[in-house]
C-alpha cells in the first residue's frame, strides 16, 4: 500500500519570496509522484510528474520539484511566489491500480 | 474540447433520496474514476473503472454505485442519500487503462452536492 502525507496544511508566504510544500511519501512500488493544484471553485489541474526519470522535475508556472528517495520526499518549489499561485496543492504517489492524494496544502500569498 | 464534464454542478437531496452524478468525457480515455473531496481529508477514491463493463471499488465506495457501458460515460449513483454524504465529487478521467502508469488525470469541475 502507499501513502502520503503533506507536512503543513497552510503555507503564507509574501509576493516574490520563495515557496516550499513539504510532501513525504511511503510506497511498496517504485512509485511515481505527482504534484497538483486546485484554485478555488476548479478541478484540479497537474502540475508536475516525476516517473524515474530526471529527479529534479520542472513543472508549469515555473514550479518544480526534486524527488529524494533516501529521504523518501517530494518537495514542490518555487523560486518567487505570485498572488496567482494562491491555491490548495496536493502531492499524490500512485499504486497498482490507483492514485493516492494527500490532504493537501494550502498556499496563501500576501502583497 | 469539453474535456471532462460534470453534471449537475449543485444539488440538493433530503435524506433517503437518490440521484445520479453524470460524468462524460470527449478524450477516448480508458480509465475514469470518481472521488469525493472533504475540508482536510484530501480526496478520496469512490470508484474506478479500466475500461468499458469493468468498475471496481476505491477507498470509499459504500453508498455508491457506477457503471461504465460506455467509453464515454461513467455515472455515479447515490442509492439512498445521507447527510455523511455531503462533499464536492469530482470526476477524472486518464488515457490508460492503467492510470497508476501516468497519473495524469484529467478532472471535471466538480458537483457540490449537499443533503440535508
Known amino acids: 500500500a502507499q501513502s502520503v502525507t503533506q507536512l503543513d496544511s497552510h503555507v503564507s508566504v509574501s509576493e516574490g519570496t520563495p515557496v516550499l510544500l513539504r510532501c513525504n511519501y511511503s510506497?511498496?512500488?517504485?512509485?511515481?509522484l505527482f504534484w497538483y493544484v486546485q484554485h478555488p471553485n476548479k478541478g484540479l489541474q497537474l502540475l508536475l510528474k516525476?516517473?524515474?526519470?530526471?529527479?529534479l522535475v520542472k513543472g508549469i508556472n515555473g514550479f518544480e520539484a526534486e524527488f529524494k528517495k533516501s529521504e523518501t520526499s517530494f518537495h514542490l518549489t518555487k523560486p518567487s511566489a505570485h498572488m496567482s499561485d494562491a491555491a490548495e496543492y496536493f502531492c499524490v504517489v500512485t499504486g497498482y491500480s490507483t492514485l493516492t492524494f494527500g490532504k493537501g496544502t494550502m498556499l496563501l500569498v500576501s502583497p | 474540447n469539453a474535456g471532462v464534464t460534470q453534471t449537475p454542478k449543485f444539488q440538493v437531496l433530503k435524506t433517503g433520496q437518490s440521484m445520479t452524478l453524470q460524468c462524460a468525457q470527449d478524450?477516448?480515455?480508458?480509465?475514469m474514476s470518481w472521488y469525493r473531496q472533504d475540508p482536510g481529508m484530501g480526496l478520496r477514491l469512490i470508484h474506478y473503472s479500466v475500461g468499458a463493463g469493468i468498475t471496481d471499488q476505491g477507498e470509499v465506495p459504500n453508498g455508491y454505485n457506477v457503471s461504465r457501458s460506455t467509453t464515454e460515460d461513467f455515472p455515479l449513483r447515490l442509492l439512498s442519500a445521507a447527510p455523511s454524504q455531503t462533499s464536492v465529487y469530482f470526476c477524472?478521467?486518464?488515457?490508460?487503462?492503467?492510470?497508476?502508469?501516468?497519473?495524469?488525470?484529467?478532472f471535471g469541475e466538480g458537483s457540490r452536492l449537499t443533503v440535508l
Open positions: 516525476y516517473t524515474s526519470a530526471a529527479t
Open positions: 510506497s511498496s512500488y517504485s512509485p511515481s
Open positions: 477524472a478521467s486518464s488515457y490508460s487503462g492503467l492510470a497508476a502508469n501516468t497519473g495524469e488525470l484529467f
Open positions: 478524450m477516448n480515455h480508458e480509465y
